[in-house]
């Protein structure tokens, strides 16, 4: 296993004993909270009709299938070992419930990986077509460290829910994910390429950041056939871009790429600046002079007290009740600044202050000119690029055939609701009008009064609540470096060195520790007690 691989490991167990010291507040499913304005308008169906949508009426259970994907073990797939423990379940809110009635796709599990899917009847196309992605997302524990973002599966006519895993391909990523430093609202899609074949993700270089209150959220994507796309969070548009110029790695490479067999030559000069070779130090520079000399016309000052000392004894301070001079010694009061002292300009011998040299020139360096020989910055020649090729048309995405929510997440009681994937931009604002704007209102007006004591202001929080809060920042700052330890370690010190510090200094003292332990076990077994010294009198010294 690779170093950085194990790194990850131990920050993931030390974030883990952070989180074990909480267990008592935390449970396997979404807490029931007292009726928050119970009274509720009744949930209605939509009469909206779209390729696919969702709102867990109860046929939706038999539409959704959970993962029974298994672990990979040395190549082997392991029957005893679930990728995904992670349970699921369709059931109302119980924070903030805004229609009574109204189901969605909840994570029950904390800490845990969970995945799940559904399949549409008929594959959904993009080709040639404006495609919409809507769906909307309620945090009822709110998110410390996990995603909740959808995946859109590829279409696949072989497909099983069942086996459906990270591995599983997608055509486009969108949604909120959180951890640690990283807050944003997800935009990838896959790309293939038309040379090579090969698929590629592509980033979405600036991404919007998510919502982590406990209302429902609505989030939209829509990719349009001139290859623009828009992310809608809460029916407001955060951002605007195009497929082509918005993404890396880019949907086309460059045309001209570096020559890989060009290479600098050896005579080549690319210092811009040399000491100038001809420069000489001057016959009256001197290089010894220190940069301080004494002030030979200074004064001492009138009030100066030459006999009076800078501190004395203090003479409000007396001897301990319990003070022992046969076992503390004498005693002797501290001392404090003599207060005559603070009156005058100062006590005790005056000497000459330093200034600074007139003469003092420093060490003599030669100064800096434009290097005669000089080439400029070498770069390699270039050379049409064998992979080049031009997809003007990258919003034609294919078909789709599926959804799925394939997350690793602290917090459960994520919900999922009202799920949109079509063509129809109208429809899709029509949907988030008539499901997510009217629950909104209602949850709001219950958030205004309700506030639970885990959203007090840190100014209201007791001593042992800032110490909890601080350990649960501490625990998902823990988890997101060992997530970027395992990708790319050099990236992760750079980006958390204070986290990378923390590790630095978990790991060390473990070592210590280890080692002193090693080096007592070997002592008691192998190396004996020695005789304590004999001092004067025939005694045994003793240690205290």
């Known amino acids: 296993m690779q170093l950085s691989k194990i790194l990850a490991l131990s920050v993931w167990a030390l974030a883990s004993l952070v989180r074990a010291s909480e267990s008592d507040d935390v449970e396997d499913v979404v807490p029931e909270e007292p009726a928050l304005d119970s009274v509720s308008a009744p949930f209605t169906p939509t009469n909206i009709v779209a390729p696919f949508l969702e709102q867990f009426l109860p046929e939706a259970s038999k539409r959704w299938i959970s993962s029974e994907a298994k672990k990979i073990v040395d190549g082997i797939e392991d029957d005893e070992l679930l990728r995904f423990r992670g349970l699921w379940n369709i059931e109302e809110p119980t924070v903030f419930p805004g229609f009574s009635g109204d ?13 799940i899917s559904a399949s549409f009847k008929e ?12 769906y909307e997302v309620k945090l009822q524990n709110g998110l410390e460290c996990g995603g909740a973002y959808m995946k859109l599966l590829t279409a696949d006519s072989e497909f099983m829910p069942a086996q459906f895993s990270d591995k599983t391909p997608y055509t486009i990523m969108f949604g909120p994910d959180r951890c640690g430093t990283t807050n944003k609202v997800h935009f990838i899609f896959r790309h ?18 998510a919502k982590f209150d406990k209302k429902s959220n609505v989030y939209t994507l829509v990719v349009r056939p001139d290859n623009s796309f828009e992310m809608l969070v809460n029916d407001e548009s955060v951002k605007k871009g195009s497929l082509l110029t918005d993404f890396v790695p880019p949907v086309n490479p460059p045309k001209l790429i570096d020559d890989p067999e060009d290479v600098k030559p050896a005579d080549w000069v690319d210092t811009a600046k040399i000491p100038d070779p001809e420069a000489k130090k001057p016959a009256d520079w001197d290089e010894e002079a220190p940069r301080e000399i004494i002030d030979e016309d200074a004064t001492m000052p009138e009030d100066w007290l030459v006999n009076e000392p800078k501190s004395i004894p203090d003479p409000e301070s007396t001897k301990p009740d319990d003070w022992d001079e046969e076992e503390d010694g004498e005693f002797t009061a501290p001392t404090i600044d003599n207060p005559k002292c603070s009156e005058v300009s100062g006590c005790g011998p005056w000497t000459k202050p330093m200034k600074p040299n007139p003469d003092y020139k ?8 434009d290097n005669p020989a000089y080439k400029g910055v070498w770069a390699p020649k270039q050379i ?11 919003s034609n995405m294919g078909q789709i055939g599926a959804i799925g929510f394939e997350l690793w997440t602290m917090q459960n009681g994520i919900l999922f609701d009202n799920i949109y994937i ?11 009008k008539e499901t997510w704007a009217a629950k909104y209102k209602i949850e709001s007006e219950k958030e205004k009064k309700h506030t639970p004591e885990a959203e007090k202001d840190e100014a209201d929080m007791t001593m042992w609540q800032k110490v909890k809060s601080q350990a649960v920042k501490f625990r998902a700052r823990m988890y997101s470096f060992a997530f970027a330890l395992a990708e790319d370690p050099m990236s992760a010190l750079k980006e958390d060195p204070i986290a990378a510090g923390a590790v630095g200094l978990v790991v060390i003292y473990f070592a210590t520790t280890f080692v002193t332990l090693l080096m007592s076990t070997y002592g008691i077994f192998f ?9 004067a009198g025939g005694e045994t010294k003793k240690d205290q």
Do not use: M
């Open 384 to 394: 049409e690029n064998p992979a080049y090729f031009e997809d003007k048309e990258p």
């Open 362 to 369: 420093g060490k003599w360096k030669a100064p800096i000119i």
């Open 527 to 535: 190396g004996g007690s020695k005789a304590a010294a004999p001092v």
């Open 123 to 134: 594959p959904i196309e993009t080709n040639g077509k404006t495609f919409v992605a809507q």
């Open 192 to 209: 293939k390429n038309p040379k090579t074949g090969e698929v590629e993700e592509k980033h979405l270089t600036e991404t919007p950041q």
């Open 103 to 115: 189901r969605g796709l909840v994570v029950k599990t904390p800490a845990s990986h969970h995945a």
């Open 422 to 432: 079509g063509n129809s931009e109208k429809d899709a604002k029509a949907f988030r």
